[in-house]
């Protein structure tokens, strides 16, 4: 197996632990408080990842630690929106789809904040793109649910998050960047438990079995693959391959939970999972060959 088919099949099973994630994660907040679950979560997951980046922490100067921090603080905006969202919503498989538009989303905030023109492919996938959201939200009428509202404001925030990452990465090694954003993401959704939640009286053993996959498997191991998968691929595959998260997310949420999607949302995700592919490829996968 030469290194890239290896790196491809190290980021198929990162979509797959991304996709078990959102399982852990609604398993763990039926009995810990969802903002307090994800500042434990994220604070364990930088605490694993210490290790490997606390050489080049060193080296760090104070204006690379604090847009590092920055970052970090939109990472947490984001993160808090999407664990707030999956504790009102039942259906996971939807939201995954809602989410996977964060990356159509980028190129309209790389417009705004670094004036760099989408491709043409974003013209033609974004009209998709909202037809597929306009599916979802169909239901006896118009009926857009606070999670799928939520999941979007998710979607926007990973966006700019995108954007603002990709430009610290060409600075800042990148599993030091990770461990910085993940403890910056588990202080402040603590300092959001506290302020907003209330800690419960005891916990279940189970919900900290599930807090643990979450933490080790779905956070640390997941972060560590990606970086592994994403430097030994070609990075127009690597996005491909990182499309399957959501189609994982459906696949489990139907068999865990027993998840019905409706015709409207089936034809909803399946206009989402075209556009994106359309805008990945620049068309080239649906082009018709003479």
Not at 49 to 59: D, E, G, S, T
Not at 166 to 191: D, E, M, W, Y
Not at 264 to 287: E, M, Q, V, W
């Amino acid at each position: 197996m030469n290194a890239e088919r290896k790196a491809a099949w190290i980021l198929i099973a990162t979509t797959m632990l991304a996709g078990l994630g959102w399982i852990f994660s609604k398993e763990t907040i039926q009995g810990l408080p969802p903002f307090g679950f994800i500042g434990l979560r994220f604070l364990v997951a930088s605490v694993c990842l210490l290790p490997l980046c606390f050489r080049a922490f060193r080296r760090l100067s104070r204006v690379q630690l604090a847009q590092a921090i920055g970052g970090g603080g939109i990472l947490a905006l984001a993160l808090l929106a999407w664990v707030h969202a999956i504790s009102i919503s039942e259906t996971l498989g939807e939201g995954a789809f809602i989410v996977s538009l964060s990356m159509i989303i980028v190129p309209i905030v790389a417009w705004a904040l670094f004036k760099e023109r989408p491709k043409r492919a974003f013209w033609f996938a974004m009209p998709i793109a909202i037809a597929g959201l306009a599916f979802l939200s169909l239901q006896g009428g118009w009926n857009s649910s606070p999670g799928q509202i939520w999941f979007l404001a998710n979607a926007c925030l990973l966006a700019l998050h995108f954007n603002v990452n990709s430009k610290l990465a060409q600075k800042l090694p990148i599993l030091l960047l990770t461990c910085i954003q993940l403890f910056v993401t588990g202080l402040i959704a603590l300092v959001m438990s506290l302020l907003l939640e209330v800690p419960p009286v005891s916990v279940d053993s189970s919900i900290w079995g599930w807090f643990a996959a979450s933490a080790i498997l779905a956070t640390s191991l997941r972060y560590v693959m990606q970086t592994l998968g994403q430097k030994g691929c070609n990075p127009g595959n690597a996005a491909l391959i990182m499309l399957l998260e959501p189609i994982w997310t459906v696949i489990l949420s139907i068999l865990w939970y027993g998840e019905q999607l409706s015709t409207n949302k089936l034809i909803g995700c399946s206009l989402i999972l075209f556009a994106l592919l359309f805008y990945r490829t620049d068309g080239r996968l649906f082009r018709v060959r003479r």
